[in-house]
C-alpha cells in the first residue's frame, strides 16, 4: 500500500530559526514528490522533486529528494511568523495519483 | 485569472440529504480531483477524473458520487450514504504537459458540517 509519512507532526520555533521539516514515501509506479503549504485553506504549491540529489530553492525554502533512501526534506531559513502553516508532502505517481503525508504544522513564535 | 472556483465555502447539511459540492476551473486542466480532509490528517482521495465524461474512484469513494460532463466542472454530490461527511473538501485541477503530470493547483475549498 503507498503511504507518505511527515515527521515531526508539528514543530513550535521562534523567528530566525532554521527547521527541517521531513518526509519519506512508500509510492508505486513512483514519478515525483511534492511539498505544498496550507494556510487554513487552500495547499498552495511549493516544489516538485523529480530527480535525486538536485536541491530546489525559493528564496528561504529549499528542498532536496533521495531517491535511493524514498525521502525528502523541506528546509525553511531565517523562518519568519508568515511561515506559520501546514506543510504538505505528497508522493506523485505515473498516473497523476497523489499519495499526501498527514502535514507537518510549523509554528513561528515572535 | 485563472484558478479554481468551489462553491460554498460553508454548507451543513441534515441528516439523509444529499448535497452538492461545486468545482470550476478555467485553467483548461484535462484533469480534476476530489480530496476530503479531517483534521489532524492530511488529504485522501475521493475521486478524479484525466478527461471529460470519464472519471475513477480514489480511496475513499463510498458514499459520494461525480459527474464531468464539461471540461470546466467536476461537481461533486455528498450522499446520504456517507456516514461521517463532516470534513473540509478540497477539488484541485492539474495539466498533462507532454503527458506528464504536472502540480496539482488547489481551490479554497468547502466546510461541510451536519446539523
Known amino acids: 500500500e503507498d503511504k507518505v509519512v511527515q515527521s515531526p507532526l508539528s514543530l513550535v520555533v521562534h523567528e530566525g530559526d532554521t527547521v527541517t521539516l521531513n518526509c519519506s514515501y512508500e509510492?508505486?509506479?513512483?514519478?515525483?514528490l511534492l511539498w505544498y503549504k496550507q494556510e487554513k485553506k487552500a495547499p498552495t504549491f511549493l516544489f516538485m522533486l523529480?530527480?535525486?540529489?538536485i536541491e530546489k530553492k525559493s528564496g528561504r525554502l529549499s528542498s532536496i529528494l533521495d531517491k535511493k533512501e524514498l525521502f525528502s526534506i523541506l528546509n525553511i531559513t531565517a523562518t519568519q511568523t508568515g511561515d506559520s502553516a501546514v506543510y504538505l508532502c505528497?508522493?506523485?505517481?505515473?498516473?497523476?495519483?497523489?499519495?499526501f503525508g498527514q502535514g507537518t504544522e510549523l509554528s513561528v513564535k515572535p | 485569472d485563472g484558478g479554481i472556483t468551489q462553491s460554498p465555502k460553508y454548507l451543513f447539511r441534515k441528516e439523509g440529504q444529499n448535497v452538492t459540492l461545486s468545482c470550476e476551473q478555467n485553467?483548461?486542466?484535462?484533469?480534476m480531483y476530489w480530496y476530503r480532509q479531517d483534521p489532524g490528517q492530511g488529504l485522501r482521495l475521493i475521486y478524479y477524473?484525466?478527461?471529460?465524461?470519464?472519471?475513477q474512484k480514489g480511496d475513499i469513494a463510498e458514499g459520494y458520487s461525480v459527474s464531468r460532463e464539461k471540461k470546466e466542472s467536476f461537481p461533486l454530490t455528498v450522499t446520504s450514504a456517507q456516514k461521517n461527511p463532516t470534513a473540509f473538501y478540497l477539488c484541485?485541477?492539474?495539466?498533462?504537459?507532454?503527458?506528464?503530470?504536472?502540480?496539482?493547483?488547489f481551490g479554497d475549498g468547502t466546510r461541510l458540517s451536519i446539523l
Open positions: 484541485a485541477s492539474s495539466d498533462r504537459g507532454q503527458g506528464v503530470s504536472q502540480p496539482q493547483h
Open positions: 505528497a508522493g506523485l505517481n505515473q498516473g497523476g495519483k497523489l499519495i
Open positions: 485553467l483548461n486542466h484535462d484533469a
Open positions: 477524473s484525466q478527461i471529460v465524461n470519464d472519471f
Open positions: 509510492v508505486t509506479n513512483f514519478r515525483s
Open positions: 523529480t530527480s535525486s540529489g
